[in-house]
């Protein structure tokens, strides 16, 4: 609250003497406030709130028909931001906690003393200022929202698209984010992809205008249709976020192709996922449309691809060796385990189960050898997103895609497969091996600081970076050459001999500074390492 913001006070007694002493009382241009009005009975405050602003009431507990508490009571059930201050006569802890318990922001003693009742005001002067100034930041903070309401829901439906979510207050957000859903209808997605006009190369900048202009048609055609929301995706893709209890999508997905390509000189292709019954699942429906326009690599561009249609392609190839969910589970633990040649070998070992297919006429053969190629590749661009890790893979999906339909002979599908897993593994171990050293460099700093601790074991050391002692043991030996344990050994020998060459430490001071308080074993271990004893050692440099 501004100095120059005054409170609009409100004088509450039944007896006209009181009130004429509190007015006169209290120096009111001092406190920064007016007194706007008196009352002398419940029923006249009430009368007066209706007609007029108050910020705070000052009233006797002791009141006729309705006492100073139940009329306070009554006052901040219906005008909660009202501050009242108490005057009472009666010194009783009773009274002060029932009034705390209401939310009275002061209780006065009387005799009516100046400075108190003063001090008490411009303490709730400062407690409204501050609630003043968080409401207005707030509804500062609910403008902003306002404001960007279109871009927080487009974010939040994305991310609903892309990740995980809990769905632990799912819809306090769907609510603050104004986003209506049809509980009874089921929940949708459809993903637009623009195909590049031949001969035309655009730049960024018109690319991103005609996507932005598709989408603003698109919304145009469902803009009577609560539940359907155009979410544009940043791999410049359009996704239609689909809740309509009466609605037939591919079939809507036809007419968009048509606008798209009479309005903007664009063939399209769009995938379409599964109907869910729960929000929860909506995931889902996206990942499978994304699946359907991967096999665009074999049914071809400019069409509507729903994924429930994708087993008709499957079934034409019912007697040909298909991968199976086993074999791609093994290929994903291979790849994500590092295990590069395990992985290729698997890889082959896939494609040599298809044989050479001499027996089906090759037309067939080769479109089945894309199709199981689109199942490993989609398989694994999916692992590779769900690992969330920076990789050098990122936007290649199209180029694997495209190389897909070039397959002419099973050799050529194994061998775009392989490079894939390949390159796969080289990202999935050089992120590992980097988070490995960064690892081993705080683990070192560790040990080096807390080398006089006797208690520095391997598990410990494992449990202060939250890792697997048997994991951190590999480590060690895997970069570091050496086991945990003749490491540590080594840092508190190196410190021993410092200490010796350059302090006048006594052996077990030395022995208790580096983590090794029994004396003799400290001397043993020290010969096993200099190869000679202290003494010696000492004499030797003295020379």
Known sequence: MKSNDRLRVLIVDDEYLIRELLKKQVDWGKVACDIVDEASCAAEVFDILEEMHVDLIITDINMPNTDGLEMSKLILESYPKIKIIILTGYDKFEYAQTGIDLGIADYILKPIQKNKIEASIIQVKETIGKERKQEFEYQFIKEKLQENLTYMRERFLLDLLHHKNSSYNLQEKLNVLQISFCPQAK????????????????????RLITLLGVKHMVEKYYKDKEGVYILLESNESITIFYNLDHGHLSIECDDIMGLIEDNFQYRTTIGIGEPKAVLDSVRESYQEALTALRYQAILGNHMVIC???????????????????????????????????????????????????????????IEHVRVQATRLIAMLFYMMASLNIQNTLSGKEGEYFNAIASIGTLPHGKAIVSSLVEEMISCINGVQSHMAKDYMKDVEQYIKENISNYGLTLKKVAAYFYLNPSYL???????????????????????????????????YEIGEAIGIPDGNYFSAMFKRYIGMSITAYKKQIEK
């Open 187 to 206: 929940y949708q997605i459809a993903i637009i992809t623009l195909d590049q006009p031949e001969g035309n190369q655009l730049t960024e900048e018109d």
């Open 307 to 365: 994924y429930k249609d994708l087993d008709i392609v499957s079934g034409s190839y019912q007697a040909l060796y298909t991968v199976s969910e086993e074999e791609l589970e093994q290929l994903h633990f291979l790849v994500k385990a590092g295990l590069k040649g395990n992985a290729v070998d698997y890889v082959h070992k896939i494609f040599n189960h298809m044989g050479d297919g001499s027996q089906y006429e090759h037309k067939i053969f």
């Open 473 to 507: 043991s590999r480590l060690f030996k895997q970069k570091m050459g050496i086991t945990f344990k003749d490491y540590v050994s080594k840092i508190r020998m190196d410190k021993a001999v410092e200490y010796v060459r350059t302090t006048d430490m006594k052996v």
